[in-house]
C-alpha cells in the first residue's frame, strides 16, 4: 500500500475510534462513575477534536487528489488538442 492509502486508512480508524468512544462513554456511564461531569465533558471534547482533526485530513486528502485529477485531465487535454 503506498503512503496516502496507509493515511487515509489511519485517519478513518481515529475517526472510528473517536466517534465510538464518545458513544461508549454516554451509553455506559458505569465506566466513568468516579468521574466528575466535569472531568467526562473534557475528555469528550479531547475526543471529538480528535476526531474533527481526522475529519480534516480527510477532506484535505481528498481535495489534493482532486487537485491532482484535474491537471491530469488538463494535459491530457493539451496532449489531444496538440495532436
Known sequence: MNKKRI????????????????????AYPDLTLGWTLESKSVLKQYIKVIGFLSVM?????FVEGLKIAKQENEEGEKEVDDA
Open 57 to 61: 485530513g480527510l477532506v484535505y486528502l
Open 7 to 26: 493515511v487515509k486508512v489511519a485517519l478513518a480508524a481515529i475517526l472510528l475510534i473517536s466517534v465510538s468512544s464518545v458513544l461508549v462513554i454516554n
